[in-house]
């Protein structure tokens, strides 16, 4: 049925594909690679070949015997738009989510590319809010323009880890942005100036904002654990999800 999620902005994580590569700045202390080595060491069913990009056919129909209406972050250890995942086979995924409308289904990507040629031959289900990774300005930020040739009913960002400055950004036809700090040992810091940014961005174009966490860095710039930094932004959080007119 999928795995409980302690990710704030999901209910359950649904893994048809494990593993995945390097593409971004954004991917150099991947989490999923961590934990991936972790439960290879564990010997838990599907991570043998550890964080090896793995099709695993045999998890495609847990959402099907889940009949309460949940939020699944499609693929939290792999990106469905890796390279290596033939298209025949995210048509399989597909299906499961096509016949399961009483789900939501969160799918994130920094593939944006790939994604838009997929979805420029395929019809995307309503109940899909299909997602980009905006981590810098340079890798991130034209994943934004690959998103928005997606008919997705719900577009998002996240902004997570948030490793610059991005400047300006174009949210039109984008509906939520979720931003947070790195977290682990090496964790790359995050300033508050640049969240802010993000957020005034969100309130004048009409996204909602969601404010993950900071991470290993504080908001004081004092590296501790991440529980201990919490996840408000100038004292206040930010949890907002998008409107009720999206229909879930």
């Known amino acids: 049925m999928g795995t409980q999620s302690r990710i704030e902005w999901t209910e359950q994580t649904w893994n048809p594909v494990t593993g995945c590569t390097k593409v971004s700045p954004g991917c150099k202390h991947c989490y999923a690679e961590t934990m991936a080595h972790?439960?290879?060491?564990m010997g838990t069913p599907g991570y043998k070949d550890g964080f090896r990009l793995s099709l695993m056919p045999e998890r495609l129909e847990q959402p099907v015997k889940r009949k309460k209406p949940t939020m699944y972050f499609v693929n939290s250890m792999s990106d469905l738009f890796h390279e290596d995942?033939?298209?025949?086979?995210?048509?399989?995924?597909?299906?499961?989510?096509?016949?399961?409308?009483?789900?939501?289904?969160?799918?994130?990507?920094?593939r944006a590319g790939r994604m838009a040629e997929y979805y420029g031959t395929h019809p995307i289900a309503a109940n899909i809010?299909?997602?980009?990774?905006?981590?810098?300005?340079?890798?991130?930020?034209?994943?934004?323009?690959?998103?928005?040739?997606?008919?997705?009913?719900i577009r998002f960002l996240s902004v997570e880890p948030l490793l610059e400055e991005l400047g300006e950004l174009d949210l039109s036809g984008i509906h939520w942005v979720i931003v947070g700090g790195e977290s682990g040992n090496q964790?790359?810091?995050?300033?508050?100036?640049?969240?802010?940014?993000?957020?005034?961005?969100?309130?004048?174009?009409?996204?909602?904002?969601?404010?993950?966490?900071?991470?290993?860095?504080?908001?004081?710039?004092?590296?501790?654990?991440?529980?201990?930094?919490?996840?408000?932004?100038?004292?206040?959080?930010?949890d907002a999800y998008p409107g009720v007119d999206a229909g879930y």
């Not at 972790?38 to 060491?41: D, E, F, M, P, S």
């Not at 995942?85 to 990507?109: G, S």
């Not at 810098?136 to 994943?143: F, I, N, Q, T």
């Open 38 to 41: 972790r439960l290879q060491a």
């Open 85 to 110: 995942v033939p298209f025949e086979y995210i048509d399989q995924v597909m299906a499961v989510i096509q016949a399961t409308p009483h789900h939501t289904y969160q799918i994130l990507t920094k």
């Open 129 to 153: 809010w299909q997602g980009v990774t905006v981590e810098d300005r340079k890798y991130g930020k034209p994943r934004i323009d690959e998103l928005r040739k997606v008919g997705a009913k």
């Open 187 to 238: 964790a790359r810091p995050m300033k508050q100036a640049w969240a802010d940014h993000v957020r005034h961005q969100c309130e004048a174009q009409g996204a909602s904002f969601f404010f993950k966490q900071w991470g290993t860095w504080g908001a004081d710039g004092v590296k501790r654990n991440k529980h201990l930094n919490g996840r408000l932004l100038n004292g206040q959080q930010w």
